[in-house]
């Protein structure tokens, strides 16, 4: 990757960071009172993902229509659209850690970032469970 994709990578995750700061995204407790749903439920980030899935809806219809990024760089779209069994226990498990934890990835490396403490166990949980899958896929062949 060039000095330019470089940059513009910066910018964009420092924008995206931005977004997850001021919604609320990276706040633990401000998550897991909108996944309570049985208790006091707080709604507001039902907003920021409905945002968020049209901002994303839009962008991957742009990708699709075209062979390569803005900066020249080749797309890497993902290619399967079917239901599996390994998508559905990797859901289920994103699902149960972002409950357990209040935190997904980006808003946990945002949250590190802020000098979140609990942040780090997530990271360090997650580049774990990565450690582990890359492993399992090694050994699939």
Do not use: N, Y
């Not at 990757?1 to 910018?11: E, F, I």
Request: proline fraction near 4%.
């Amino acid at each position: 990757m060039g000095a330019r994709a470089s940059l513009v990578s910066l910018g964009a995750g420092l924008l995206f960071g931005l977004g997850l700061m001021l919604s609320g995204m990276a706040d633990p407790a401000k998550v897991l009172g909108f996944l309570d749903l049985a208790g006091a439920w707080d709604p507001s980030l039902a907003f920021v993902m409905a945002g968020a899935i049209g901002v994303g809806a839009i962008a991957f219809a742009l990708a699709r229509r075209r062979g390569r990024s803005f900066l020249g760089l080749a797309m890497q779209l993902p290619a399967a659209s079917g239901i599996t069994p390994r998508l559905l226990l990797g859901s289920a498990l994103f699902g149960i850690g972002w409950g357990m934890a209040g935190f997904c990835p980006g808003p946990a490396l945002v949250a590190l970032g802020m000098g979140e403490g609990k942040a780090l166990g997530f990271v360090l949980a997650m580049l774990a469970g990565m450690a582990v899958f890359e492993w399992l896929e090694s050994r699939r062949g």
